[in-house]
C-alpha cells in the first residue's frame, strides 16, 4: 500500500464527475476511499477508468492504493522464505526425479506465503465495518 495525495487534472470529465485525477504509475489497485484518507472518514464516492480516477472530491484527493514493488529490497523477508519454497519445489521435480519432494515444498511455499500473508495484514489497526442502514435501524 502507498498514500499520495494527487492533483486534478486539468481536463474535467465529459460527465457524471467534477474532477479527474491521474493515477500513479505504480497503480495495481486502489481499495474504497475515506474523507482525508483517514480509517474512520466517510466513505467516498469515485469510479476508476483506465489510468484515471473520477470523482467529485476538489483537488488534493488523499488516495491510498496498491502498488507495484518493483525493488527486491522491499520485499517482506517472510514474502521472500515463501518465493524461495516455490522455486525450489518448482525445480526440485527437475534436479532429483522425485515428484514428493517438489510436492513437499509446494505445500511448504503455501504455508509460508500464508504466514507472510498473516504478517502483513496484523501490520495495521483493523478496518472498521462499514455501517449500513440495517445496522443502524436495528
Known sequence: ?????LAADTQAPPFRWDYQ???PADCL?????TEDGGRNGRF????????KLMSDVEAPFYL??????????EFSPLFV??????LAGSLAHVITG?????????????????????????????????????????
Open 29 to 33: 489497485r486502489v481499495p474504497q476511499q
Open 98 to 138: 522425485k515428484n514428493s519432494f517438489a510436492q513437499t515444498l509446494l505445500r511448504q511455499a503455501d504455508i509460508a506465503l500464508d504466514d507472510a500473508s498473516l504478517s502483513d495484514t496484523l501490520q495495521s489497526s483493523v478496518q472498521p465495518a462499514a455501517e449500513t442502514g440495517i445496522v443502524t435501524i436495528r
Open 21 to 23: 485525477y491521474s493515477l
Open 81 to 86: 522464505d515463501a518465493f524461495a519454497f516455490f
Open 64 to 73: 491510498r492504493y496498491v502498488r507495484r514493488v518493483e525493488s527486491e529490497a
Open 44 to 51: 467516498l464516492e469515485y469510479e476508476v477508468i483506465g489510468r
Open 1 to 5: 500500500m502507498k498514500l499520495t495525495a
